[in-house]
């Protein structure tokens, strides 16, 4: 999922206070599920900006909405109405959907109440860690399933560099070695013999390094 997290209230405050009213959208999938921007925290922000905006005495209506989706057209024009009765919309989304709701209501402002961090797992309860930068041209099948490029501090195709102590990383000793998790994985099925194949570098082109990247799927177009 695309990991995110709610930007704090001072900022939120300060990017809606030139509005008298304003939308809370919040989106039902990725932000949700990293209790960043989901229907119930639509409701506990829309709630502490009341609570701020009434003791500085100013007046502010707060409409609130949550859709499935924002990266999503289908879900946004389920917002039409409510968007367009404010002065502007505070997207709750990924940066994604941000822009998707700016792109589908463009005489409105938009703005971001989440701050997105990176695509990651809920590894535990209030744990949400990296895993993917989104290279365009997957590569786990080389690194018995654990990427190097996303969670290596020094994204080595051909590791470990010889820092790594205790299984933890010399950059942070609070995150693990992704070559040593590699090595062990490799060593647990048997397979360590791939450690010593030499690995090329890796074609950035599809990652960002070319511009915004776009996915063309034909065989679903309409
Ligand atoms: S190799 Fe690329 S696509 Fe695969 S997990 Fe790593 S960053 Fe993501
Ligand atoms: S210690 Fe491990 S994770 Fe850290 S930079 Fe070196 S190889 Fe990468």
Redesign the pocket.
């Known amino acids: 999922m695309i990991v995110g997290e709610q930007k704090p209230l001072e900022e939120i405050k300060a990017m809606v206070a030139p509005y008298d009213n304003f939308l809370i959208l919040g989106c039902g999938t990725c932000v949700k599920t990293c209790f960043a921007g989901g229907e119930e925290e639509v409701a506990t922000l829309a709630s502490a900006l009341r609570l701020a905006f009434g003791k500085d005495g100013k007046k502010t209506k707060i409409s609130e909405l949550t859709v499935e989706r924002q990266c999503e057209g289908e879900f946004i024009r389920q917002a039409a109405s409510l968007a367009t009765q404010n002065q502007a919309v505070l997207s709750l989304a990924c940066g994604a959907g941000v822009q998707m709701v700016a792109s589908r209501f463009p005489k409105i402002p938009v703005l971001p109440g989440v701050n997105t961090t990176f ?1 990651g797992i809920l590894e535990q309860p209030g744990l949400f860690t990296e ?10 099948d080389v690194f018995s399933g654990i ?1 190097p ?2 969670r290596c501090s020094k994204k080595l195709l051909n590791g470990p560099c010889g820092g790594s102590k205790n299984g933890k990383c010399e950059v942070n000793p609070e995150t693990d070695c992704a070559w040593q998790l590699i090595i062990d994985r490799y060593q647990a099925f048997g397979e360590t013999e791939k450690l010593y194949n030499y690995v090329p570098p890796k074609d950035w082109r599809t990652a960002d390094a070319g511009g915004p990247r776009k996915l063309v799927r034909e065989d679903l177009m309409v």
């Open positions: 695509i895993k993917c930068l989104g290279c365009g041209n997957c590569v786990l990427c490029i996303s």
